[in-house]
């Protein structure tokens, strides 16, 4: 089992994100790090579809947008996190 974190996207994403990228950033890599998250990345429309993380457990995705600094700061309108039955996959 695997967890998605889905970002909505603040209308004004594209001048609010950078001044907060290099903190987001930095908190991906210490996830990534620990082990805990495995992909994440933009939606090509970030504007309209928002972004994606998958993490191994429910607890790291929550953990990682309570304090993420794009929902802190308003850079990410709304956020959930989804079950993924992962049927192909690397592990």
Avoid at 3 to 22: N, Q, T
Avoid at 37 to 45: K, P, R, Y
Avoid at 49 to 71: I, L, Q, W, Y
Wanted: aromatic share 12%.
């Amino acid at each position: 089992m695997k967890y998605v974190l889905f970002y909505e996207s603040a209308d004004d994403v594209a001048s609010k994100a950078p001044a907060h990228y290099a903190d987001h950033s930095a908190r991906a890599q210490e996830f990534h790090s620990r082990g805990v998250l495995l992909s994440i990345g933009v939606f090509a429309d970030a504007q309209n579809e928002g972004a994606m993380a998958v993490f191994t457990s429910r607890e790291a995705a929550e953990e990682f947008a309570k304090e993420d600094p794009f929902v802190i700061n308003g850079v990410v309108r709304d956020w959930r996190v989804c079950e993924w039955m992962e049927v192909l996959g690397a592990n």
